[in-house]
């Protein structure tokens, strides 16, 4: 019987599409031992017998990779695939594929829930009230304010609506442009120089590769608007660190809301999670009930489809192997 290993923590021995998905197509499943992301030694104890893997965030280096002859697809329940070395999977004949169109909505959520925590002092007044306070100060609408969004794939797009329910002003800077959808939605591009100077909010939407790695450092955000406010719920590595609470410490940046760390998860002393106008979360935007269950059931039926012989274009990440097949 075919072996499907299962790497994401939320869903690890709960029911779902995605079980009835792989059950019915003949696989037997399973679940490492333990909470948390797969570690390298789970990875080198249960991937030799894996022929399937439904990925998290966990690292698919070539090392690893070398250790698992029988692996067809490493399929990610995200968009992000920055923890697979796909030029070592493609060699190996191993279908990556990601889950598209399935926590955008997840994830503009949570955006949105870090930006309100920051500017409305929600996270802080909790605090004080848990500790017998009892501040009232007058707080910064974002209703009136300009949001700017590095990035405009799906998670981009489902910004756009709900900083127009807030009353915000949309900027964005992508490459690739959508005129009816920048139409319909009053949206407005820019330059990434000019992004950074008018946005009070900047928000970032984009993968972590070599050209976007740092992306947010020292000398983008001293051309950021003074008192903006940062948001990434993408990827750790667009941000460096250090440069980022220099800017906070003097001023500069009003605050920061964090899904996600460089690296992860990130260090007790890291002197971000200790900042009072930084709010965090531990990479969680793009996982609620509905989009988790949507992004395990989209990577189980990829999951079936490569060890049927087929090739779900669509999700691939190198669909080079299908011409290859052919």
Same mark, same amino acid.
């Given at each position: 019987?075919?072996?499907?290993?299962?790497?994401?923590?939320?869903?690890?021995?709960?029911?779902?599409?995605?079980?009835?998905?792989?059950?019915?197509?003949?696989?037997?499943?399973?679940?490492?031992?333990?909470?948390?992301?797969?570690?390298?030694?789970?990875?080198?104890?249960?991937?030799?017998?894996?022929?399937?893997?439904?990925?998290?965030?966990?690292?698919? %280096?070539?090392?690893?990779?070398?250790?698992?002859?029988?692996?067809?697809?490493? %399929?990610?329940?995200?968009?992000?695939?920055?923890?697979?070395?796909?030029?070592?999977?493609?060699?190996?004949?191993?279908?990556?594929?990601?889950?598209?169109?399935?926590?955008?909505?997840?994830?503009?959520?949570?955006?949105?829930?870090?930006?309100?925590?920051?500017?409305?002092?929600?996270?802080?007044?909790?605090?004080?009230?848990?500790?017998?306070?009892?501040?009232?100060?007058?707080?910064?609408?974002?209703?009136?304010?300009?949001?700017?969004?590095?990035?405009?794939?799906?998670?981009?797009?489902?910004?756009?609506?709900?900083?127009?329910?807030?009353?915000?002003?949309?900027?964005?800077?992508?490459?690739?442009?959508?005129?009816?959808?920048?139409?319909?939605?009053?949206?407005?591009?820019?330059?990434?120089?000019?992004?950074?100077?008018?946005?009070?909010?900047?928000?970032?939407?984009?993968?972590?590769?070599?050209?976007?790695?740092?992306?947010?450092?020292?000398?983008?955000?001293?051309?950021?608007?003074?008192?903006?406010?940062?948001?990434?719920?993408?990827r750790g590595p667009l941000v460096v660190e250090?440069?980022?609470?220099?800017?906070?410490?003097?001023?500069?940046?009003?605050?920061?809301?964090? =899904?996600?760390?460089?690296?992860?998860?990130?260090?007790?002393?890291?002197?971000?999670?200790?900042?009072?106008?930084v709010v965090s979360s531990p990479h969680v935007?793009?996982?609620?009930?509905?989009?988790? =269950?949507?992004?395990?059931?989209?990577?189980?039926?990829?999951?079936?489809?490569?060890?049927?012989?087929?090739?779900?274009?669509?999700?691939?990440?190198?669909?080079?192997?299908?011409?290859?097949?052919?």
């Amino acid at each position: 019987m075919p072996i499907a290993l299962i790497g994401p923590e939320p869903i690890r021995r709960q029911p779902g599409r995605y079980r009835e998905i792989l059950e019915a197509a003949g696989f037997e499943i399973v679940y490492p031992d333990g909470e948390g992301t797969l570690s390298e030694a789970q990875l080198r104890t249960l991937l030799p017998t894996a022929d399937v893997v439904m990925a998290g965030s966990e690292r698919y %280096s070539r090392e690893i990779l070398d250790l698992a002859p029988r692996l067809k697809v490493i %399929s990610r329940t995200g968009v992000g695939y920055d923890a697979v070395d796909v030029p070592a999977a493609t060699a190996r004949g191993i279908a990556v594929t990601i889950a598209p169109g399935t926590n955008q909505e997840s994830v503009a959520e949570q955006a949105f829930g870090l930006l309100l925590s920051i500017t409305r002092k929600v996270a802080y007044y909790d605090r004080v009230i848990r500790s017998g306070g009892w501040e009232r100060d007058v707080v910064a609408p974002i209703r009136g304010k300009t949001l700017g969004l590095v990035g405009m794939g799906r998670i981009g797009r489902a910004m756009v609506p709900r900083a127009l329910a807030f009353g915000m002003k949309v900027l964005a800077f992508d490459p690739v442009q959508d005129t009816e959808f920048d139409k319909k939605h009053r949206l407005e591009r820019v330059t990434f120089e000019r992004l950074l100077a008018e946005s009070d909010v900047l928000s970032l939407h984009i993968p972590a590769t070599p050209e976007t790695r740092g992306l947010i450092n020292r000398a983008s955000l001293v051309k950021m608007k003074p008192g903006a406010i940062l948001l990434n719920t993408s990827r750790g590595p667009l941000v460096v660190e250090a440069d980022l609470l220099d800017a906070l410490n003097s001023g500069h940046i009003a605050g920061a809301g964090l =899904d996600v760390f460089d690296p992860e998860p990130p260090l007790p002393s890291n002197p971000l999670l200790r900042h009072p106008n930084v709010v965090s979360s531990p990479h969680v935007a793009g996982i609620d009930s509905k989009s988790m =269950d949507d992004m395990a059931t989209l990577a189980a039926q990829c999951m079936v489809e490569v060890a049927k012989g087929m090739w779900p274009i669509p999700c691939m990440v190198n669909p080079e192997l299908a011409a290859r097949a052919l």
